[in-house]
């Protein structure tokens, strides 16, 4: 049975390891051109290319972003681009650009083409003109029902791609040129200021915002797969390696107890609530149970909140002296409970006993970011290279 | 050079156009008014100019059957084009076997000769140019590619679109008495947004009329083939005005210095590229 395909963003090569690490099946990631995060650190083309034999030797795949909407400088020059990084192997190009998807069908069959977000599909009859095109997949707008997707998926045999977790633009995809006019950051070639989350004057008293909500789709898995969609897709290239690992093992977790038939309420419960301590804002369903409405979205300015949660990276676990060698993040002292996680999706619940600095020495509090401690940790599970610490509770 | 316009009153009231362009109801956004079918037909017994009738809004699949209706008995009216926006249209045309021209009209999407070309070559004839290009761009696609090529002259440019209700529930998250329309200003360069929303979601309009005359003689020099004024939000009188000014610049080159005066200056993008990759220390 081919499984549904979980798809994790990566900025960087750092990401796509974490990404592929905690469970996803494939990544998608920007080059140094042509993309929509034109700001994340991005894949130079030797990046790219140990990024795909990093993905290839575990069995998955890389997808690269090309969706920009292309002025003519760009485009006299996107060929060239195109052709270097097939030579990388990535398995897939994600396309807006119609001109672009046909290039690249015509020049390089054996890659695959995804029709982007960025064209805001929201029809089959779309679909079956950009089928003639041979796209090969197609990411589907964010304002659909989950309803109309399968009436998509029904009458059009394609390939799917659905936005199940992350940030939501206010406007159509595509359709969206606010960043360019407010700020002069062209929001279609990967500048995108976030205008949506500026709150503006009005007459009265009240500020007039539009920022919308997280979306989080934990509780719809069971219900995409059944009506056929084959990739998930999570957004956020620009997420922090805390946000990703803990967002793809979650949903990880989710896919796999429900091939396993052991999706309990329990299970789905435990990682909603994991997804919604690593979430920054609030999150709703949006579109897919319901016309998006005033709950969907903020009113009060730009709510975002800073995550603490995350207390450290794993460098090392020295079994003899049972420690466990961490980069601090964020502060935590003796007595907080603490889980260690890894990415092979074990979990280890314990209470900070022990602390020392990188001189070894004993400590109450850690409290610098980046430096290195130690923590008391008598295990026998394996704890794997990007296992990750988190906080569960304050002592 | 021909001089379309989307009119906002009687289309009898303007004088010297070589067509017109009529949002229709149920299916365009980012305009003030829309026409149903019935209305551009009787405009069209009185009218001997190129017609051109807008269909932008998104489609969604519970539209798909009633749009290839809508689609046939467009094409027993004999306009001169369409302008679309979703790809569905093209699919349509193609199936339905129809022989109205079609006018690609993604807002900020029109932006470069290859895909005008790809278009072209997919038997679409007209491509309404984004706001958000220069004109060297502008210029640029017109000497590139095959595909007939519009561009906005005068209006109140379109910023984005949302599927949100986004006054609606501005309004009832404060208790306020709702209306469809919303006037914002953003804190910082205190430029002001016009929102205004239906039934298909919230356009962004930018608060200060596109005024792209400055382009008039570079275009004029390349026999440009259609410039757009759109009146919607500019006052009836100050529009005429303008027609009349833009008319008698293209005919004996007029001066245009009046039209400053009635709509202001404002360029947009003309000859201001925008960045999309940001220095490390802004």
Same mark, same amino acid.
């Given at each position: 049975?081919?499984?549904?395909?979980?798809?994790?963003?990566?900025?960087?090569?750092?990401?796509?390891?974490?990404?592929?690490?905690?469970?996803?099946?494939?990544?998608?990631?920007?080059?140094?051109?042509?993309?929509?995060?034109?700001?994340?650190?991005?894949?130079?083309?030797?990046?790219?290319?140990?990024?795909?034999?990093?993905?290839?030797?575990?069995?998955?795949?890389?997808?690269?972003?090309?969706?920009?909407?292309?002025?003519?400088?760009?485009?006299?020059?996107?060929?060239? @681009? /195109?052709?270097?990084?097939? !030579?990388? $192997? %990535?398995?897939? +190009?994600? *396309?807006?650009?119609?001109?672009?998807?046909? &290039?690249?069908?015509?020049?390089?069959?054996?890659?695959?083409?995804?029709?982007?977000?960025?064209?805001?599909?929201?029809?089959?009859?779309?679909?079956?003109?950009?089928?003639?095109?041979?796209?090969?997949?197609?990411?589907?707008?964010?304002?659909?029902?989950?309803?109309?997707?399968?009436?998509?998926?029904?009458?059009?045999?394609?390939?799917?791609?659905?936005?199940?977790?992350?940030?939501?633009?206010?406007?159509?995809?595509?359709?969206?040129?606010?960043?360019?006019?407010?700020?002069?950051?062209?929001?279609?070639?990967?500048?995108?200021?976030?205008?949506?989350?500026?709150?503006?004057?009005?007459?009265?008293?009240?500020?007039?915002?539009?920022?919308?909500?997280?979306?989080?789709?934990?509780? @719809? /898995?069971?219900?995409?797969? !059944?009506? $056929? %969609?084959?990739? +998930?897709? *999570?957004?956020?290239?620009?997420?922090?390696? &805390?946000?990703?690992?803990?967002?793809?093992?979650?949903?990880?977790?989710?896919?796999?107890?429900?091939?396993?038939?052991?999706?309990?309420?329990?299970?789905?419960?435990?990682?909603?609530?994991?997804?919604?301590?690593?979430?920054?804002?609030?999150?709703?369903?949006?579109?897919?149970?319901?016309?998006?409405?005033?709950?969907?979205?903020?009113?009060?300015?730009?709510?975002?909140?800073?995550?603490?949660?995350?207390?450290?990276?794993?460098?090392?676990?020295?079994?003899?002296?049972?420690?466990?060698?961490?980069?601090?993040?964020?502060?935590?002292?003796?007595?907080?409970?603490?889980?260690?996680?890894?990415?092979?999706?074990?979990?280890?619940?314990?209470?900070?006993?022990?602390?020392?600095?990188?001189?070894?020495?004993?400590?109450?509090?850690?409290?610098?970011?980046?430096?290195?401690?130690?923590?008391?940790?008598?295990?026998?599970?394996?704890?794997?290279?990007?296992?990750?610490?988190?906080?569960?509770?304050?002592? | 050079?021909?001089?379309?316009?989307?009119?906002?009153?009687?289309?009898?009231?303007?004088?010297?156009?070589?067509?017109?362009?009529?949002?229709?109801?149920?299916?365009?956004?980012?305009?003030?008014?829309?026409?149903?079918?019935?209305?551009?037909?009787?405009?069209?017994?009185?009218?001997?100019?190129?017609?051109?009738?807008?269909?932008?809004?998104?489609?969604?699949?519970?539209?798909?059957?009633?749009?290839?209706?809508?689609?046939?008995?467009?094409?027993?009216?004999?306009?001169?084009?369409?302008?679309?926006?979703?790809?569905?249209?093209?699919?349509?045309?193609?199936?339905?076997?129809?022989?109205?021209?079609?006018?690609?009209?993604?807002?900020?999407?029109?932006?470069?000769?290859?895909?005008?070309?790809?278009?072209?070559?997919?038997?679409?004839?007209?491509?309404?140019?984004?706001?958000?290009?220069?004109?060297?761009?502008?210029?640029?696609?017109?000497?590139?590619?095959?595909?007939?090529?519009?561009?906005?002259?005068?209006?109140?440019?379109?910023?984005?679109?949302?599927?949100?209700?986004?006054?609606?529930?501005?309004?009832?998250?404060?208790?306020?008495?709702?209306?469809?329309?919303?006037?914002?200003?953003?804190?910082?360069?205190?430029?002001?947004?016009?929102?205004?929303?239906?039934?298909?979601?919230?356009?962004?309009?930018?608060?200060?009329?596109?005024?792209?005359?400055?382009?008039?003689?570079?275009?004029?020099?390349?026999?440009?083939?259609?410039?757009?004024?759109?009146?919607?939000?500019?006052?009836?009188?100050?529009?005429?005005?303008?027609?009349?000014?833009?008319?008698?610049?293209?005919?004996?080159?007029?001066?245009?210095?009046?039209?400053?005066?009635?709509?202001?200056?404002?360029?947009?993008?003309?000859?201001?590229?925008?960045?999309?990759?940001?220095?490390?220390?802004?």
């Amino acid at each position: 049975m081919n499984k549904v395909e979980l798809l994790a963003p990566a900025g960087d090569l750092e990401r796509l390891k974490i990404d592929l690490l905690y469970g996803a099946d494939a990544v998608y990631v920007g080059g140094q051109k042509y993309g929509l995060r034109a700001n994340a650190t991005n894949f130079t083309i030797e990046e790219l290319k140990e990024g795909c034999r990093f993905a290839h030797q575990l069995g998955k795949k890389v997808y690269l972003t090309l969706n920009i909407v292309f002025h003519n400088q760009d485009i006299e020059k996107v060929e060239e @681009y /195109i052709s270097e990084v097939v !030579e990388t $192997g %990535v398995d897939a +190009f994600i *396309v807006s650009d119609p001109f672009i998807i046909s &290039y690249i069908k015509n020049n390089y069959p054996q890659v695959e083409v995804h029709l982007s977000t960025q064209n805001s599909t929201t029809n089959y009859k779309t679909i079956e003109y950009f089928k003639n095109e041979g796209i090969d997949r197609v990411v589907l707008a964010r304002e659909l029902s989950k309803e109309e997707i399968k009436e998509i998926i029904d009458k059009t045999a394609v390939d799917t791609e659905v936005f199940i977790h992350g940030a939501m633009c206010t406007c159509f995809s595509g359709r969206c040129a606010l960043s360019n006019y407010v700020t002069n950051r062209d929001a279609n070639r990967g500048g995108c200021a976030q205008v949506c989350r500026f709150s503006f004057k009005t007459a009265n008293k009240h500020d007039f915002t539009m920022a919308t909500k997280d979306l989080n789709l934990a509780r @719809y /898995i069971p219900d995409l797969i !059944e009506i $056929g %969609v084959k990739s +998930f897709k *999570v957004e956020g290239r620009m997420r922090s390696l &805390y946000y990703l690992a803990t967002v793809i093992g979650s949903y990880r977790k989710i896919i796999d107890h429900y091939y396993n038939k052991n999706l309990t309420e329990e299970v789905l419960k435990r990682q909603i609530e994991i997804l919604s301590k690593v979430a920054n804002r609030e999150t709703s369903t949006q579109y897919i149970d319901h016309e998006a409405d005033e709950t969907d979205q903020y009113y009060t300015g730009r709510q975002e909140i800073s995550n603490q949660d995350y207390l450290g990276q794993v460098i090392s676990y020295d079994k003899e002296k049972k420690l466990v060698k961490i980069y601090e993040r964020n502060y935590f002292k003796l007595g907080d409970i603490v889980e260690l996680f890894t990415p092979s999706g074990k979990n280890i619940e314990f209470t900070v006993e022990k602390l020392y600095n990188e001189e070894k020495e004993e400590l109450d509090v850690a409290r610098h970011p980046d430096d290195i401690y130690y923590i008391y940790l008598d295990t026998d599970i394996e704890i794997e290279e990007y296992s990750m610490i988190r906080l569960i509770k304050k002592a | 050079m021909k001089i379309l316009i989307k009119p906002t009153k009687k289309i009898d009231e303007y004088q010297n156009i070589d067509g017109i362009i009529l949002p229709l109801k149920n299916y365009s956004v980012d305009y003030e008014n829309d026409y149903s079918i019935a209305e551009i037909r009787k405009i069209k017994e009185n009218f001997s100019k190129e017609i051109f009738i807008v269909i932008n809004k998104m489609i969604f699949n519970q539209d798909i059957d009633h749009l290839k209706e809508t689609l046939k008995e467009i094409e027993t009216l004999q306009v001169t084009g369409i302008f679309f926006y979703d790809l569905a249209l093209l699919k349509l045309k193609e199936e339905l076997k129809l022989k109205t021209d079609l006018v690609w009209n993604a807002p900020h999407m029109t932006t470069n000769y290859k895909t005008c070309n790809y278009y072209h070559a997919k038997k679409v004839k007209y491509a309404y140019l984004s706001n958000e290009i220069t004109l060297k761009e502008v210029l640029e696609i017109k000497e590139k590619s095959k595909i007939i090529p519009m561009f906005t002259l005068i209006g109140y440019p379109t910023v984005a679109m949302s599927n949100r209700h986004l006054i609606t529930n501005y309004h009832k998250m404060h208790n306020l008495e709702n209306n469809e329309r919303l006037e914002v200003e953003e804190k910082v360069t205190k430029e002001k947004y016009y929102l205004y929303e239906n039934e298909f979601g919230t356009t962004f309009k930018y608060g200060k009329v596109l005024n792209n005359i400055e382009a008039l003689e570079k275009l004029k020099h390349v026999d440009f083939p259609y410039l757009i004024l759109i009146e919607d939000g500019i006052d009836h009188s100050i529009f005429l005005k303008v027609l009349e000014i833009v008319n008698q610049n293209i005919e004996k080159n007029a001066p245009l210095d009046e039209i400053y005066h009635l709509i202001g200056d404002n360029t947009g993008f003309l000859k201001k590229e925008t960045i999309y990759k940001v220095k490390k220390d802004e």
